[in-house]
């Protein structure tokens, strides 16, 4: 966007306001910001050989039917950025949202994996940081219902209490015969 309005002399960043403004004018006062920023009509030398056979200048108007495409092309471009410049705006704000409250981070697991038990998945959601968090959304997203289910009951069944009144994951291996685990 910048670029354009660099591209433009500074004229891109209000022009859609602008050209909102100028359909809303009197007819009479109103001065058309599309034709400011891509004139239709200019002055044009021709160079022609005279009757002598030296060269004669000669200035005519000329009609510029490129600029009446890129004036609506660009207004276009301008609506288009404002749309999503809004779309990503309120992504961050939800994005942040999500990040910095938890319970909202819950609500959304909960409202994507309905079919698991709330208590498993509150209890996965204490030990549950917001990485933990969006590695379990993309699992809900990705996985049909049953499997996401059985994959919360797992994990919180490995959730243990330290007795003070923290919850850990049990991160224990099982052992098996001829496992060595070198340290």
């Not at 004139?39 to 490129?66: E, I």
């Not at 999500?98 to 709330?118: E, N, P, W, Y």
């Not at 959601?125 to 049953?146: E, P």
Request: proline share 3%.
């Amino acid at each position: 966007m910048y670029v354009i309005d660099a591209f433009l002399g500074g004229a891109f960043r209000s022009y859609g306001l602008d050209v909102l403004k100028y359909s809303e004018m009197d007819h009479v006062v109103r001065v058309d910001p599309m034709i400011a920023t891509f004139p239709r009509m200019t002055k044009c030398t021709f160079h022609k050989f005279g009757s002598s056979g030296d060269v004669q200048k000669h200035d005519a108007y000329c009609l510029l039917p490129l600029n009446i495409v890129n004036e609506k092309i660009y207004i276009f471009l301008w609506f288009w950025f404002v749309f999503l410049a809004t779309i990503t705006g309120i992504t961050l704000i939800y994005r942040l949202f999500i990040m910095f409250f938890s319970g909202l981070r819950f609500s959304v697991l909960r409202s994507k994996a309905s079919v698991t038990d709330v208590n498993h998945l509150r209890r996965v959601m204490a030990v549950s940081r917001i990485g933990d968090w969006f590695l379990l959304y993309l699992l809900c997203k990705n996985t049909d219902a049953q499997h996401y289910k059985e994959l919360i009951q797992e994990y919180s069944k490995e959730i243990v209490n330290d007795g003070s009144g923290q919850a850990l994951i049990h991160t224990a291996l099982p052992e098996k015969p001829g496992l060595e685990i070198n340290s």
